[in-house]
């Protein structure tokens, strides 16, 4: 009986409020999706910066390219040692303290866009190092600048072989925007809570959306891994 009943209410709370549910889950998305791309170019950028070595022998732009990597090492030090919650809340209080009257949409996705920035820097940085080094000699000797020879040769290779671990931060994104409700930002937990705070059934609440983090979730996961394996038929039939 009760737990006719409690499926009965869960039931009942989809077909009642799902419009908030999906309003929810639609903001999720769109914070995970552009914050990781927009964290991905930054960290194209943060990534590039840190590996180069400083080799000139120009006091001033030796001392400019020590500066960009001290802030580079200062930004993903920062970044990945603070939880997101605490970023969210000291850059959307912040900006309100500083006088600059901000949506919390977009308080969101710069949070989002600039934590998951530190992160790809990091992975970025690691595949870049994993290539052979004569790979950056030969560009130069065919007369390619250093930025060229990493847009042209370098970042292509790097990013094939980091589709994972990005496929994963995505993942990461689309669960961890939920620290986002403590400043207000309408995201699927946000709902929930909402909802389940209408109502005092809060369990029912949190199970749909449970459920329906764990639909999007195994959805990004499968079509990742997909893109990350390729085609296996066409593997097949381009084999001697």
Sequence with gaps: MFLASFFSNIVTMFQNNYDL????????????????????????????????????SQRFKAFLQRILQGFAYGYVGFFRGTPMIVQAMLFYYGMQRMGFDIRVLTAGLIVV????????????????NSLDKGQKEAGLSLGLSMRQVYILILYPQALKNMIPAIGNELVVNIKDTAVLSVIGVSELFYMGRRVGSASYLFTEAFIIVSVMYLVIVSIAMTMLHRLGNGNPRKRERVMP
Excluded: C, D
Excluded at 26 to 53: D, H, N, P, S, W
Excluded at 120 to 128: M, N, Q
């Design 113 to 128: 866009s600039l934590n998951t920035a530190a992160y790809l820097t990091e992975v970025i940085r690691s595949g870049l």
């Design 21 to 56: 549910f999906f309003y929810g889950l639609r903001m999720t998305l769109i914070l995970a999706f552009v914050g990781t791309g927009v964290g991905l170019l930054i960290a194209l950028v943060l990534a590039y910066v840190k590996v180069q070595e400083i080799t000139t």
